[in-house]
Structure formats: structure tokens, C-alpha cells
């Protein structure tokens, strides 16, 4: 039996799911203050009949980094920045406790200006002046050659709760999007870090002894452990969770939208033909953009509970959430309430929803149903309009999806797939204002906990070889190994995807269905003078995303509902 989770800013979904379907399910308040308590809830509720020993797997997403990044709610982190000659490193500042520093490695991984171990120090005490506990350091070429940043990670462990570098995190060369990414790392460590130990507790009450994995951006998951030092590839987590529940139960006939309509947030993304568009080059949310691999996916902060407010006689929906609806005993007026004013939903106060539209109303001059209906409305085309920008955006570049390039294929969905609680209402109004036909997907309250339990766990490694030097290199794997000078891209393709089998079993991957694949394959000439003296060789593989073997019977009966 599987157990899916999806932690939300909202609420906690919890799937009980067996082979011959889906056996209990339960949503639960998400409480940010203890979601110990909030996991433990659903955990009980849907194991009550069942042997915990039973459970084999336990596949968890959640969007509460997500959810950090977007409404900008992290903590203050300290940046340390070597480039040397180039762009000035300025342009890429993350934050006010950002600090470009001496020392230079270029493109071949050859040092040409050291670190000043000084310098260092001197950032240092300024961030323990300014509070800083988690910190990021980043190498323009440290994919090339490590060395630089492993310098200033032995100046500064130890002092601090915790130090991210970039080399380890991608392998890939971009170093604004590297800077980001490990900014990002370290600032959603702390929430990732106190989440863990909550899930952690929470099975452990439970009964529950299997080890827990967590979805990532791309659609796979990787182990909860693995996933400590790595919490960045988790911010879409809830997302792509979403992403792999709606592709449990869509055909593969046409080209749908997917929306995941949270209290929080909505996530977005597109199926084509069944398969989820991928964004190779990595995740872009809030103003960062990243090398982490992900689903082509954007969330934005408009969801049911979002705080809506008149200024100037100007409607404002989103970002903040400031609680729930205040039918559900929230202290200020959301598009939840809307809809009980208009009386579409019956499960709250509705007199309370009154009373937060009242002054809407009035500002608007309006009576209290139509700014109800105003402002529901408001909100469906304001979440279309960025679900036709983000298709904007996706056409003017190659169209990947997670198993092919589409070449020259132009993305124009006809169909929404709707997920989420309030998804039926949100569904009755995207048909009424658009000229899309949108259908609510079958378990639209647990879809996002569904596609968590049933998806594959993914990996991926890249492979840099410089026959010149005699060196092949993975540091995001920690791997280097002299070569000779008659090394071949086929002899590095062996060897990153030996890496890749290794890592991809750490993460706990099953060892007879590892669907490897190259993504990626480089091979230049180094020239000096009249000669050729060497080859650089880049590769890149990959475990394909999609979802698990061995459930294939469940799998059908949930694509049948």
C-alpha cells in the first residue's frame, strides 16, 4: 500500500491507496505552527483501519517553501561571491548581506587570482553582526573546479547553521542562475529543515517505519533525507504534484491546462498529450531564476483564501494570505467568502462572509452579491490572464516535454483541468469567461496527494571531461578521476550514468526499472597554435520522470473514474 501526502498552506491531504484503488482518504487544516499536529491528523485518519507495516511507500509534497519564496517570507541569508575578471558580480545581488569577494577560477577549472582568507573573515564577522545563521557561497567556475568555494566553506563551517555551496547543487554553467539557486537553498533551509522533523514525528507516531521520500520540481521524488542538504529542489514540490495527479487521469487525446487552485497559491502547467511540459534549463518563481530541473510549472499568489481589499476604487486580490476564508473564522474577506455570499458554498458562516463584503460593497457601490460576483469573476480572469502569459512564454522557446523536444510545436491547450478544493466553482466560472472548456479532475480535493504517492523517483548528474588535463569531474557528486588523454564522450557517457544508477538507488529508486537516459552530449577540440591538444566532453543524464512501476492495475482504475 502507498501513502501520498501534499502539505499546503492550507490543508494537509493524506491518500490511502492499494492496488485495486483508493482506499481512505482525508484533508486536514494545515497549522504552519505545528505541522506535526497537522500531519499526525491525517496519518491517523487514514491509517485507523490499516497495519502500518503494511505501507511500503510514503511519498510526500508541499508548497510551503514555495510559498515562502513567492510572498517573500524567508529569512535573511549571507552571500559570499567570487567571479573574478567579467561581469561585475553586482548585477546578480540577491540580497543586502550579499559580499563579492577576490579570487578567480576560469572556464578550464585554472586558478588565476587566489581567495584572501581575510577577506573572509571580515564578511564573516559582518554577518554574525547582522544575525545572519545561514549562508551561500558561489564560484563563477566552480562546476570546473570546486576549489575556491571549498576554500571558503572550511573558513566558515562551523560557524554559521548552515553553508550551502553552488557547485553542489548544479553542475550546469550559468552563474547568475547558480547565485540564485543557492541563495534560494539556503533561505528555504530552516523552513525545509523544521518541516522534515515534523513529518518525521508525525510517522514515527504513526507507526509508520518506511523510509519517506518527497517530490521534486522535475515530477520524481528523492529521499526526505537526501533532500536536507538539497531543499531548493523541493520549492515546486506542491506543483509538480499537482502536474503528476492530473496526468494520473487525463487522456492523452489533446492539450489541457492545469490549474491547482490552493488557498495560497494556484500552480499551472500543461499536458501534452498526457506528458508534462519540462523546463530543462530550471525552475524560474517569484524574481529568482534557477538551475534547478523542473516541470514547466508557474504559481502565483492568487488561491481561495486570498486577502482581497479596496484601494482607491481599485479591486486588490493576493498575494498575502492573512487566514482562512471568514466563513471558516478568518479575520478578513477572501474569494471563498464570495462565493458563500453568493451562496455556492454551505459549509461555513455565511453571515460572516456578509459582513467582510459589506464595506467591499459599498466601496464599489455595489450591492453585496454583485461585488461577490464582481470579485469571484475578477478572480478567474486574473488567474487566465497569467495562465496565457506563461503559454506566451513557453511558445517562444523549444517545447520539451518530459520524455521528447516537440520541434516547432506551438502549445495551445483547449481544456482546463481543474484541481483543488474549490476546484467545481472555479470550473462553472472559467466556462462562463473564457472560451476554454474546463472539467474538474476526478478526486479534485486529494489529486495533489494522489500524483505524489504514484510518482517515480528521479535523478540526474552531469559529467565534465578535459582530456588536456586528464580529468573528469561531477561535483555535484563529489566525484573526480584522473583520465587518459584517449578518453572518448562514449567512455564519459558510461561513467555518468554509472554515477547516475548510484545516486539515483541513494534516493531510493527501484533498481529494475532505472529508465536512464542522455539529455545532454558535448564534445569541442581544445586547439594550441596549429594542434589539437585535447577534448572538453559535457554530459548529461538523466532517470525520466513519470509514474511508478508496478501499480499499473490502480493506475488504470483511477484514469476509469
Request: proline share 6%; charged share 25%; hydrophobic share 40%.
Amino acid at each position: 500500500m502507498l501513502i501520498g501526502l501534499d502539505v499546503g498552506g492550507t490543508h494537509t491531504d493524506v491518500v490511502l491507496l492499494s492496488n485495486e484503488g483508493v482506499a481512505c482518504t482525508k484533508k486536514v487544516p494545515t497549522d504552519p505552527s505545528n505541522l506535526f499536529e497537522s500531519v499526525v491528523k491525517g496519518l491517523d485518519a487514514v491509517l485507523a483501519d490499516t497495519d502500518p507495516s503494511k505501507i511500503k511507500r510514503v511519498v510526500l509534497s508541499t508548497t510551503l517553501s514555495t510559498n515562502a519564496v513567492v510572498q517573500n517570507k524567508m529569512p535573511p541569508v549571507g552571500m559570499i561571491v567570487s567571479s573574478g575578471p567579467g561581469i561585475d558580480p553586482e548585477f546578480y545581488r540577491t540580497s543586502p548581506h550579499y559580499h563579492a569577494v577576490a579570487g578567480s577560477i576560469d572556464h578550464r577549472g585554472r586558478e588565476i587570482d587566489p581567495v584572501r582568507p581575510y577577506e573572509i573573515l571580515e564578511v564573516m564577522d559582518q554577518f554574525k553582526k547582522a544575525d545572519i545563521h545561514h549562508i551561500g557561497i558561489v564560484g563563477k567556475f566552480s562546476v570546473r573546479n570546486p576549489a575556491h568555494e571549498l576554500t571558503i566553506y572550511e573558513l566558515v563551517k562551523g560557524s554559521f547553521e548552515s553553508v550551502f555551496m553552488g557547485h553542489r547543487l548544479s553542475g550546469a554553467l550559468n552563474f547568475p542562475r547558480r547565485i540564485a539557486t543557492t541563495y534560494l537553498n539556503a533561505a528555504v533551509s530552516p523552513i525545509h529543515k523544521e518541516f522534515y522533523k515534523a513529518i518525521e514525528q508525525s510517522l514515527k507516531k504513526a507507526g509508520l517505519t518506511t523510509p519517506i521520500r518527497i517530490l521534486k520540481a522535475d515530477g520524481g521524488n528523492m529521499s526526505f533525507q537526501s533532500s536536507t542538504d538539497f531543499p531548493v529542489q523541493t520549492i515546486l514540490s506542491g506543483p509538480a504534484a499537482s502536474v503528476v495527479g492530473a496526468m494520473v487521469f487525463a487522456d492523452d487525446q489533446s492539450e489541457k491546462l492545469v490549474l491547482d487552485i490552493g488557498g495560497t497559491t494556484t500552480d499551472m502547467s500543461v499536458l501534452v498529450h498526457g506528458a508534462p511540459l519540462l523546463n530543462p534549463l530550471g525552475i524560474s518563481v517569484g524574481p529568482y531564476q534557477t538551475l534547478i530541473r523542473s516541470l514547466e510549472t508557474l504559481s502565483i499568489g492568487i488561491g481561495g483564501d486570498s486577502h482581497i481589499s479596496v484601494i482607491h476604487g481599485e479591486i486588490k486580490i493576493g498575494p498575502d494570505r492573512k487566514g482562512p476564508a471568514m466563513a471558516h473564522g478568518g479575520p478578513v474577506p477572501t474569494p471563498t467568502d464570495s462565493l458563500f455570499v453568493l451562496g455556492k458554498n454551505m459549509d461555513g458562516d455565511r453571515d460572516k462572509a456578509v459582513q467582510g463584503f459589506t464595506p467591499i460593497a459599498e466601496a464599489l457601490g455595489l450591492s453585496v452579491e454583485e461585488a461577490a460576483d464582481k470579485i469571484f469573476k475578477r478572480t478567474c480572469r486574473m488567474i487566465l490572464l497569467e495562465a496565457r502569459k506563461m503559454i506566451r512564454r513557453i511558445n517562444r522557446k523549444p517545447v520539451y516535454t518530459v520524455y521528447e523536444m516537440l520541434e516547432g510545436h506551438k502549445v495551445k491547450p483547449v481544456e482546463i483541468l481543474v484541481l483543488g478544493g474549490p476546484a467545481p466553482y472555479f470550473a462553472e466560472c472559467f466556462n462562463e469567461v473564457s472560451d476554454f472548456t474546463a472539467k474538474v479532475v476526478p478526486r479534485w480535493t486529494v489529486a495533489n496527494a494522489i500524483g505524489a504517492a504514484l510518482a517515480r523517483t528521479t535523478s540526474e548528474v552531469m559529467l565534465f571531461a578535459d582530456t588536456e588535463q586528464g580529468i573528469a569531474t561531477s561535483p555535484g557528486e563529489n566525484f573526480r578521476e584522473e583520465i587518459p588523454n584517449t578518453f572518448t564522450k562514449e567512455e564519459a557517457i558510461v561513467m555518468a550514468l554509472d554515477l547516475l544508477r548510484q545516486k539515483a538507488l541513494r534516493r531510493g529508486a527501484n533498481p529494475e526499472y532505472l529508465e536512464m537516459e542522455v539529455v545532454e552530449e558535448q564534445e569541442f577540440n581544445m586547439v594550441r597554435g596549429f594542434y589539437t591538444t585535447g577534448k572538453n566532453i559535457r554530459v548529461k543524464v538523466q532517470v525520466k520522470p513519470g509514474l511508478i512501476h508496478g501499480y499499473d492495475n490502480l493506475i488504470r482504475k483511477l484514469k476509469a473514474e
